[in-house]
């Protein structure tokens, strides 16, 4: 598909990726090199347990992997792992990266609402900020669902909605302030803010969520809302005194009926 042909929100995020791409390399080294830990406060797996513990035989895919630090954890617990992204930059540093390591990923350019992947290639999906907040929901999740064997799983992390409603409309740090409407969350546009997020990405009300959930064929083992630990500093536009008080992220752990 060319780029002309993408759809607005995939060639925008696509185009806002690979311009930063050299910002998100210190980051991705770093989780190269560490033990498995999520999201903007760094909390340990040993809290969220989001990875299966022993992934042996198991075929598992990243839905926007950027640096590929969460499909290089699931390498080296046994799957054989695929990563997918939109943007080459990105893939490039993941390349690096998996060669130092000398592990061995599939790494795919491409779009997470569409993997060149046949129905039920995959016993477990995850998104850490990939898919899980730049994909339209209403596409990513049924082909995560098409993607997955019947009793597979999904995992993703993103942005609570709590926080996407928190965030000013200019794009500035998220305040404990409502800056938009709660039920009409869906895509955010923030190509033409003078503030980073940028691009455009992704949520929606709790209940719009389950809802797609229930519609996809997908059944909820865990919700969680993220708290910040004391003590940390703002992470890009989350200042730390709010995401200790408030949800700034959530996972869903869900299994494919
Ligand atoms: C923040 S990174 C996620 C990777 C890593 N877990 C992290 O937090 O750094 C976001 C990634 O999502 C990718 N992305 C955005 N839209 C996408 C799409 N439609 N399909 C696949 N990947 C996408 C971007 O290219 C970027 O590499």
């Known amino acids: 598909m060319t780029d ?3 759809a607005a929100h995939v060639r925008e995020n696509r185009a806002y990726w690979d311009a930063r791409a050299d910002q998100w390399i210190a980051s991705g080294e770093q989780g190269w090199r560490g033990e498995p830990n999520w999201g903007c406060w760094e909390l340990p797996e040993s809290q969220l347990q989001l990875l299966p513990r022993d992934m042996s035989g198991m075929a598992a895919i990243e839905l926007g992997c950027g640096t590929a630090y969460v499909a290089s954890w699931m390498a080296r617990r046994g799957a054989s792992v695929v990563g997918i992204d ?3 930059q990105q893939l490039a540093t993941a390349r690096r990266l998996a060669a130092e390591h000398g592990v061995q990923l599939t790494l795919l350019h491409g779009n997470a609402e569409a993997v060149p992947y046949p129905d039920g290639a995959f016993d477990f999906a995850i998104s850490e900020y990939g898919a899980a907040i ?3 929901p209403l596409l990513w999740i049924p082909e995560a669902h098409r993607l997955l064997k019947p009793g597979g ?3 993703f992390l993103g942005n609570a909605p709590l926080a996407s409603i928190c965030t000013p409309v200019n794009g500035a740090a998220v ?3 409502l800056h938009r409407s709660y039920f009409d969350l869906h895509r955010l546009d923030w190509t033409k803010v003078e503030h ?3 691009g455009m990405d992704f949520n929606l009300p709790i209940s719009g969520w389950l809802r797609l959930f ?3 064929g997908f059944e909820v083992l865990d919700y969680l809302e993220l708290q910040a630990p004391p003590g940390r500093t703002t992470r890009h536009n989350t200042p730390a005194w709010w ?3 408030w949800p700034s992220e959530h996972v869903w752990k869900l299994r494919r009926r």
Do not use: I
Request: some cysteine.
């Open 196 to 198: 980073d997020p940028g």
């Open 175 to 177: 305040e404990a302030q």
């Open 134 to 136: 730049w994909c339209d």
């Open 4 to 6: 002309h042909e993408l």
């Open 243 to 245: 995401a200790e008080r």
């Open 86 to 88: 939109n943007s080459e």
């Open 153 to 155: 799983e999904l995992v």
């Open 214 to 216: 229930r519609q996809t």
